[in-house]
C-alpha cells in the first residue's frame, strides 16, 4: 500500500485544498492488521477511524453460543469508522480484518478539532462520511427486504 | 396482436418430450440441480437464457431456465428451487423418473454482441441458473471479451449454487469473480453486503460493457441504476425476467407483460426497453 496513492484516490480530499490534505497526512498512519486481528471493540471509545488501502475488514457483532455474526465487509478505498465523528465517540460494531490488512489511520480528535477551524475540511469529511452513510443506510434496506428469501418481498 | 411461430419452433411446440433424470445434485436446504437425457429423437439445442417448459405428470408444467453448458449435446440440466407444488415435485424427483419436457423457448442473452466489449455478469439468488450457460458460454469466447467479470450475491453462504463452479471461477485467471451475502458468520471468506457494492473491485470500461443481470427484479433494477451511475448505457445492461410462461409460443397470453408476450419476446430483455415497466405496481 502507498499511503499517499491511498489517501488522495480517497473521495476524502477530492478537491480538498492542499494545506487540509497536507494536514491529512500529516496525521495519518499506517495500521497493519493479520487476518483475525481486531481494529476495535464493540462499544469501546471511537478515537479514529480508518482508509482501507489492502485487504478487508469485517463489522461484526458478537451473538451468544456461536461465532460473530457478520454485518457488512469494507474493502480497499473504503472508510472504517463513524462513531469518532460524533458523541458519544463509541463503536457501535465491532471491526476485524478478514484479510492481511493495511490502512491508514486518523486520529479522531485532532480531525474534528481542525474541523472546527476549517470549513473546507469539515465539509470533505462531513461530506464524505454521510455519503457512505447513506450508501450503507441504501443497502441495508435493500437487504432488509430479504430479497433471496423464501416469500416475494 | 399477431404473433408467428418462429421456424424453429413449427414443431408440434404443445408436445412434451419424454426427458428421464440420470443424475441430481442437492444444490442447498430447498434447491436441487437436475441433468436430464431424452428418451426420444428430440435433441435440445439452446442458447444461454432460455428456458424450457417442464412437465411432471400429473401435477402440472413450470417455465424452468436451463442451466447447464450450452456445447454439451444431449444433456439438458435444470436448477430448481421448491416454492410451489410443481418445482417441489421435480426437486423430489429421482434418477430414473421421466419428466415432459418442451423448448427451449424464449430470448436468449446477446453474447454474440460482446466481441470486443467488457461483459460483466451480475446475477442474485437463484438467478445465476439462467446466467450459467451464459458464463461457460463467455469463458468458450474468452478471447474474443475484453474483460469478463462476474459478481454474486446470495442470501448466506449456504444458499450458494454451484459451489464447484464458484471455487473453479475464483481460482481462474479468465474470469473475476466476486461473491457476497446479505447474512454470515465470522467464519466466512466471502463479503456481505449488497452486490452492488463489489462493483468497484471488478475492471470495466463503462461505454464498452455490456451487462446481464439476472436474480429478483428489485435486485436487478437497483444494479441497473447502479451500472447507469457507472455510465453503463441502459441499452447495454440486459435483465431476465420471471413471469407466468405457459404455452411458450405467445398464444395463450399468461405472460403478457405491457406489450409484450414475455414467452416470445423475453426472458431477457434490454433494460431500457422495460425499466418503466418495472415501476408499474402488479405488472
Redesign the interface.
Known amino acids: 500500500m502507498n499511503p499517499e496513492d491511498t489517501l488522495r484516490s480517497s473521495p476524502l480530499v477530492r478537491g480538498l485544498n492542499a494545506d487540509s490534505i497536507a494536514f491529512l497526512e500529516s496525521v495519518a498512519a499506517v495500521a497493519e492488521f493479520g487476518a483475525g486481528q481486531l481494529l476495535f471493540e464493540e462499544d469501546s471509545a471511537a478515537e479514529s477511524f480508518y482508509l482501507v488501502g489492502e485487504g478487508r475488514v469485517g463489522l461484526e457483532a458478537l451473538v451468544p453460543a456461536g461465532p460473530a455474526v457478520l454485518v457488512e465487509t469494507i474493502g480497499p478505498g473504503a472508510l472504517v469508522g463513524v462513531s469518532w465523528l460524533f458523541p458519544p465517540f463509541r463503536w457501535s460494531w465491532a471491526a476485524r480484518a478478514l484479510a492481511p490488512t493495511k490502512a491508514l489511520v486518523f486520529p479522531g480528535e485532532a480531525v474534528r478539532r481542525r474541523c472546527d477551524a476549517d470549513a473546507d475540511l469539515a465539509l470533505h469529511v462531513y461530506r464524505t462520511v454521510a455519503e457512505e452513510a447513506v450508501r450503507r443506510l441504501h443497502s441495508t434496506r435493500i437487504r432488509l427486504l430479504d430479497l433471496y428469501g423464501d416469500r416475494r418481498p | 396482436m399477431t404473433q408467428t411461430i418462429a421456424p424453429e419452433q413449427s414443431w408440434a411446440p404443445m408436445l412434451p418430450h419424454p426427458y428421464r433424470v440420470v443424475g441430481t445434485v442437492v444444490e442447498t436446504q430447498?434447491t436441487v440441480t437436475l441433468l436430464f437425457e431424452s428418451l426420444s429423437d428430440h435433441q435440445l439445442r439452446f442458447r444461454p437464457g432460455q428456458f424450457t417448459m417442464l412437465y411432471v405428470y400429473g401435477v402440472g408444467e413450470v417455465p424452468i431456465s436451463i442451466a447447464g453448458n450450452p456445447h454439451l449435446g444431449g444433456q439438458l440440466v435444470h436448477t430448481v428451487r421448491a416454492?410451489g407444488a410443481v418445482t417441489r415435485a421435480i426437486c423430489g424427483l429421482r434418477p430414473g423418473d421421466v419428466v415432459g419436457i418442451r423448448g427451449p423457448f424464449g430470448t436468449g442473452w446477446p453474447i454474440d454482441q460482446v466481441a470486443g466489449r467488457d461483459l460483466l455478469i451480475v446475477a442474485?439468488?437463484?438467478g445465476l441458473a439462467p446466467l450459467r450457460p451464459a458464463v461457460i458460454e463467455a469463458l468458450t469466447q474468452r478471447e474474443s471479451i475484453r474483460q469478463l467479470s462476474l459478481l454474486y450475491?446470495?442470501?448466506t453462504p449456504n444458499?450458494l449454487l454451484y459451489k464447484d463452479d464458484l471455487i473453479g471461477w475464483k481460482a481462474s485467471p479468465s474470469i473475476d469473480f466476486e461473491v457476497?451475502v446479505?447474512?454470515?458468520?465470522?467464519?466466512?471468506?466471502?463479503?456481505?453486503?449488497?452486490v452492488?457494492?463489489l462493483l468497484?473491485?471488478v475492471r470495466f470500461q463503462p461505454d464498452r460493457t455490456t451487462a446481464f443481470v439476472c436474480?429478483?427484479e428489485?435486485?436487478m433494477r437497483?444494479v441497473a441504476r447502479a451500472l447507469r451511475t457507472a455510465g453503463v448505457h441502459e441499452d447495454r445492461v440486459f435483465v431476465s425476467l420471471e413471469r407466468n410462461m405457459k404455452c411458450g409460443i405467445g398464444m395463450c397470453g399468461h405472460c403478457q407483460y405491457g406489450s409484450d408476450l414475455l414467452c416470445r419476446t423475453g426472458p431477457v430483455a434490454p433494460y431500457s426497453a422495460v425499466a418503466d415497466r418495472l415501476k408499474v405496481d402488479e405488472l
Open positions: 430447498d416454492v442474485g439468488g437463484i450475491g446470495a442470501r444458499d457476497t446479505d447474512r454470515a458468520h465470522s467464519d466466512w471468506w466471502g463479503d456481505v453486503g449488497l452492488t457494492n468497484p473491485r436474480g429478483p428489485v435486485m437497483v
